[in-house]
């Protein structure tokens, strides 16, 4: 877990709440191993959730395996982001830290002509279920908790000896299907998802090397796999919503989950899209800064044609779920979406949170307003940094628009 600096926590000592969060980062990963390293044992049997991880790490040549609980009940959540919502970040690492990352290496290549410890890890991504696995590692895994920006925390890892399934998996005959279909990765995505695959199980599946021309597939790292589904499913809902009628009332959705806050703005136009990411002082990577830190990346209507490297992943995350949105009203519209990580974020989850807290924003009721200006203001009121803030780096909000900038209002 990331932890302030260490003169500032000699002083603390995980009491005095000097780093001015909630909860000490030190002192929860110590309670987080007290309660986990009982379970680390080099023979582990317990039930995967279609859990997989590839590393990006010496690629083409990566640390590929499964995900392995030593427990049997209650594991479908643990990999399952559309289900986190409204859970405590603490509860999200716990179940996460149970996740024993079995690793192998493999070329990426070798998804072309799978057999073996790739081809039963397979079998597990395509379940829909939690499917028991027998797993013996090297040597018993020691306590370690893998975060990253972009993907879910992963637990202890260890190299795989033995490996084996102790029962059928229970495949989604779409799954079956499209994993042994000779077409683009592009089509195949877009095709589980309209048959409600969730998005985050089709992720696996591309970093699998299931999906795709059979002579092109490669394993995809995790963190690859995350952005490049929401970007291809947030282009394919943007063929269609650029051809939809504009939306005719300025909107204004929020919400709020495991210390980060969302406020989105739709307003009638042609698409646009800008995605504006503010850490707060105190918040993580931002100890010790007076101010607010704003950064954002945006895209016209004809679409951007670098990646979006300042917001990096959350830009695209949060795209999809706007585009859904949009695509399923049938509208098309400016959207902006602006989020701000508070303290209480003490440990990064990945970039489904942005996801998933976007679309149950859009999920609400909105609050309508007549003009931008009504909206702006509103907008205001629920964001906590300085909305000037968010008005030096943003490209939308500095657009001349009926004669005059958004900002005029202020």
């Known amino acids: 877990m990331h932890a302030p600096k260490s003169s500032l926590c000699t002083l603390c000592r995980g009491y005095k709440k000097l780093c001015k969060r909630e909860v000490c980062p030190i002192l929860e990963k110590k309670r987080i191993r007290e309660s986990i ?157 309209d048959k409600d695959i969730e998005v985050s199980h089709i992720s696996k599946l591309l970093s699998a090397g299931l999906l795709g021309e059979e002579k092109k597939r490669k394993l995809v790292p995790t963190r690859w796999s995350i952005t490049a589904t929401d970007d291809t499913l947030s282009k394919s809902h943007l063929k269609k919503v650029k051809t939809y009628p504009e939306i005719n009332k300025f909107q204004v959705y929020y919400d709020e989950d495991v210390g980060n806050r969302f406020v989105v703005i739709l307003l009638p136009s042609m698409w646009s899209y800008e995605f504006l990411e503010c850490w707060l002082p105190g918040s993580l990577f931002l100890d010790t800064a007076l101010s607010p830190s704003v950064i954002s990346d945006y895209e016209p209507f004809q679409g951007r044609k670098q990646y979006a490297s300042l917001t990096a992943g959350a830009y695209y995350a949060a795209r999809f779920s706007v585009t859904e949105h949009l695509f399923e009203k049938r509208r098309q519209a400016q959207a902006l979406v602006f989020m701000e990580v508070y303290p209480t974020y003490h440990t990064p989850i990945g970039v489904w949170r942005v996801r998933e807290i976007t679309r149950t924003a859009l999920e609400k009721k909105p609050e309508y307003f007549d003009t931008e200006e009504e909206a702006l203001k509103r907008a205001s009121k629920l964001l906590t940094a300085p909305f000037e803030k968010y008005r030096e780096k943003s490209k939308l909000l500095s657009f001349k628009h009926k004669q005059k900038t958004l900002f005029d209002w202020i």
């Open 37 to 193: 390293t009982p379970l680390m044992k080099k023979d582990i049997f317990g039930a995967s959730p279609s859990a997989f991880f590839v590393g990006d790490w010496n690629y083409p040549n990566v640390l590929v395996g499964p995900l392995v609980p030593p427990v049997h009940e209650g594991t479908d959540i643990f990999d399952l982001p559309e289900s986190w919502h409204g859970k405590e970040l603490d509860e999200i690492i716990r179940f996460r830290s149970l996740l024993v990352r079995s690793k192998e290496f493999l070329k990426v290549t070798d998804a072309k002509n799978p057999n073996g410890y790739l081809e039963k890890s397979q079998e597990i991504v395509m379940s829909k279920k939690p499917i028991d696995v027998e797993l013996t590692l090297k040597k018993a895994p020691h306590f370690s908790l893998e975060f990253s920006q972009f993907s879910p925390p992963t637990g202890p890892s260890g190299f795989v000896e033995a490996f084996k399934i102790t029962e059928n998996p229970k495949v989604p005959r779409t799954i079956d299907k499209i994993s042994s279909d000779d077409i683009k990765a592009s089509k195949g995505i877009s095709i589980l998802y």
